[in-house]
């Protein structure tokens, strides 16, 4: 089984609709990322938490919210989502207390915005 | 603040030939340097890692990187791809002082042919 998973895997959604993806993960692990990739531009850091109580801002945070609702589950919300959040979205994490610990990947989701 | 410069969007090599995907760095202070693989459809997953210490290091699949802290380089090489390291490869940097983001590059991708 997946260590850290991500719901849906691919979604298609219209201008302004609220959107949700949902991450979650079984390392055990206390810090959480929301990356986007798209092509050309490498992956950029949206939102990150260290734990359930501690969370902040990315380089990419307009337009985007995040709820850490257990140690185990970080989502991310498009409130009203635009056609240039068409991405690849990953969520990832890793182990706390040093910032040199890899991070480890979920799948990805892909979502388009028409 | 850290970059991180992948000048090669894309390389492509003939199976058992060797490879070097160049990664360079830019920063003001001490840094931590990675690089990690995409296959298709795939997260990313860790590669390797330099902390410190020897600037020669080795990680999964024969792949190493060498650390050059004159040149601000940290190229990856393996000396002989195979059709299966067909993949995008991030170059990713990290401050070593207090809690900064994972800065990626915009990735090389591999495309190894028979």
């Known amino acids: 089984d997946a260590d850290v998973t991500q719901t849906p895997r691919n979604r298609i959604t219209k201008t302004g609709k609220r959107i949700m993806l949902e991450c979650s993960q079984t390392k055990g692990h206390d810090r959480m990322y929301w990356y986007r990739q798209d092509p050309g531009l490498g992956l950029r850091l949206i939102y990150y938490?260290?734990?359930?109580?501690?969370?902040n801002k990315g380089e990419i945070s307009d337009g985007y919210s995040v709820s850490r609702q257990a140690q185990a589950k970080f989502s991310l919300s498009l409130e009203s989502a635009i056609p240039n959040q068409t991405a690849l979205y990953f969520c990832a994490t890793s182990q706390g207390q040093v910032d040199y610990n890899e991070q480890f990947f979920g799948p990805g989701t892909r979502l388009t915005v028409l | 603040a850290q970059s991180v410069t992948q000048l090669d969007s894309q390389v492509p090599v003939f199976e058992e030939a060797p490879v070097e995907l160049r990664c360079n760095y830019s920063s003001s202070v001490s840094v931590y340097l990675f690089w990690y693989v995409q296959y298709p459809n795939q997260g990313l997953q860790l590669l390797l890692k330099?902390?410190?210490?020897?600037?020669l290091v080795k990680g999964i699949n024969g792949f190493e990187a060498e650390f050059n802290k004159s040149q601000t380089s940290f190229h990856l090489r393996k000396p002989s791809v195979h059709i299966s390291d067909t993949a995008e490869y991030f170059c990713a940097v990290i401050s070593n002082t207090g809690f900064q983001k994972l800065v990626f590059g915009t990735g090389t991708r591999l495309l190894v042919s028979p």
């Open positions: 330099y902390l410190s210490g020897s600037t």
């Open positions: 938490s260290f734990d359930v109580k501690d969370i």
